[in-house]
């Protein structure tokens, strides 16, 4: 049962452009979501995180974007530049324990033309 | 700041032999967590360790253990290798106040061949 999902395994952005990164989740308890790149052979590295009580966080040219009802999340970057091409995944999490357990999504390839 | 930091970076081992793997997380981060990442499976949640004690775990096997020392630092432990535990192994570390839900750090990664 894939509680965090993307549904696109890629997504291809002319340079300058926008991209928007999909996210959904199914277990309600998440509340606490986090978008991560990641560079094959390397650990994620840490972009953008939105707290449930949020709707909106931008970070420079990254934006994310939480609709609670619909259970979806999207990332925006703006303008993609070509350094941008990576996987993406983004991760949800509920406090469990007082602890920390990231589930996430499949990833999503994003490549940003020249 | 030094990031996390994982070793050994690469590693080759036999189907039936066991494997430690070393995470010293951020200095003053006090949670560590493991993840295994697989083509098929993604990334996956292994286990958590707080001061000195697993709080979350995955849906692994038992041959899956880890452990954490006084200085936060972190192994983990497969005993047994099957050629499906061949994957990139990722530690990540936070601060972990318990009041509020905190970013996890990742380390570079510890790939792991089972032949």
């Known amino acids: 049962d894939q509680q965090v999902k993307q549904n696109s395994p890629s997504l291809s952005v002319q340079e300058g452009r926008i991209s928007i990164l999909n996210c959904d989740y199914t277990?309600?308890?998440?509340?606490?979501f986090l978008w991560y790149k990641k560079y094959p052979a390397e650990g994620p590295t840490f972009l953008i995180s939105?707290?449930?009580?949020?709707d909106k966080n931008e970070d420079g040219r990254f934006t994310v974007f939480l609709n609670k009802s619909a259970k979806h999340l999207s990332l925006h970057i703006v303008p993609s530049q070509p350094g941008d091409s990576a996987v993406y995944f983004c991760a949800a999490s509920a406090r469990k324990n007082a602890g920390n357990m990231l589930t996430f999504g499949g990833g999503t390839r994003l490549m940003v033309k020249p | 700041k030094a990031g996390v930091t994982q070793t050994p970076r690469y590693l080759i081992k036999t189907r039936g032999q066991q494997v430690t793997l070393s995470c010293s997380p951020i200095s003053g981060h006090r949670s560590v967590s493991w993840y295994q990442q697989t083509p098929g499976q993604g990334l996956q949640f292994l286990f958590e360790y707080f001061s000195e004690t697993q709080r979350n775990k995955g849906n692994f096997p038992g041959r899956f253990s880890g452990r954490q020392f006084s200085n936060s630092r972190s192994e983990m432990n497969v005993s047994t290798l099957e050629l499906g535990d061949s994957a990139l192994y990722l530690c990540?570390?936070?601060?972990?106040?318990?009041?509020?839900?905190?970013?996890?750090?990742f380390g570079p990664g510890t790939r792991l061949l089972v032949l």
């Open positions: 939105i707290s449930s009580i949020k």
């Open positions: 277990n309600s308890m998440f509340d606490y």
């Open positions: 990540a570390s936070s601060f972990l106040t318990g009041m509020i839900q905190e970013t996890q750090y």
